[in-house]
T-cell receptor, first 114, second 109 residues
Framework: DAGVIQSPRHEVTEMGQEVTLRCKPI?????LFWYRQTMMRGLELLIY????????DSGMPEDRFSAKMPNASFSTLKIQPSEPRDSAVYFC????????????FGPGTRLTVT | DAKTTQPTSMDCAEGRAANLPCNHS???????VYWYRQIHSQGPQYIIH?????ETNEMASLIITEDRKSSTLILPHATLRDTAVYYC??????????WGAGTKLIIKP
């Protein structure tokens, strides 16, 4: 079975540009999570969805970040405008059920903003 | 803030059992303990979780003390592919995983 799919795997962009990260969760999973990982701050939860509805976006750093889940098989995380401090690895994860239980992570998107 | 305490790093010889400790002295009675690991340049991987009883699966065993203030993850026969950062996790008040710094486990030949 395919795991969580993320695209692109690597993204290099200039400051001020819009960045869109994409995620396809595992089929049948109804919770989806976006994380950011940096050396300084470790792994941070940005937002999570349950049944396509955003439940908690308190981890989203600022208004430049937005996330959508238009259907059960697709989610996006958008940064507009991007800044160098947004450089990080962004992970998407999915799980069955509302509580985190067993989360399955994608391979991540490494974002570099110059 | 993370609600667990783990050693920063540990070494283990290949083929031996790797025992990774974790303190979670403030854990409440109905909170599970979760273990994940992250191999370099990959996404985290779920290993095991438990509440009170010891648990075992194909990857590892989890031993939880009777007072539930600490636990130990055991990899019975460590291989070089087990080199990773291991996270011991409990949930926050919103029922989400709180990720600390984890233990960097290095398996040596």
């Amino acid at each position: 079975d395919a795991g969580v799919i993320q695209s692109p795997r690597h993204e290099v962009t200039e400051m001020g540009q819009e960045v869109t990260l994409r995620c396809k969760p595992i089929s049948g999973h109804n919770s989806l999570f976006w994380y950011r990982q940096t050396m300084m701050r470790g792994l941070e939860l940005l937002i999570y969805f349950n049944n396509n509805v955003p439940i908690d976006d308190s981890g989203m750093p600022e208004d430049r970040f937005s996330a959508k889940m238009p259907n059960a098989s697709f989610s996006t995380l958008k940064i507009q405008p991007s800044e160098p401090r947004d450089s990080a690895v962004y992970f998407c994860a999915s799980s069955r059920g509302y509580a985190p239980y067993e989360q399955y992570f994608g391979p991540g998107t490494r974002l570099t903003v110059t | 803030d993370a609600k667990t305490t783990q050693p920063t790093s540990m070494d283990c010889a290949e083929g031996r059992a790797a025992n990774l400790p974790c303190n979670h002295s403030t854990i409440s009675g109905n909170e599970y303990v979760y273990w994940y690991r992250q191999i370099h340049s990959q996404g985290p991987q779920y290993i095991i979780h438990g509440l009170k009883n010891n648990e075992t699966n194909e990857m590892a065993s989890l031993i939880i003390t009777e007072d539930r203030k600490s636990s130990t993850l055991i990899l019975p026969h460590a291989t070089l592919r087990d080199t990773a950062v291991y996270y011991c996790i409990v949930l926050d008040s919103n029922y989400q995983l709180i990720w600390g710094a984890g233990t960097k486990l290095i398996i040596k030949p």
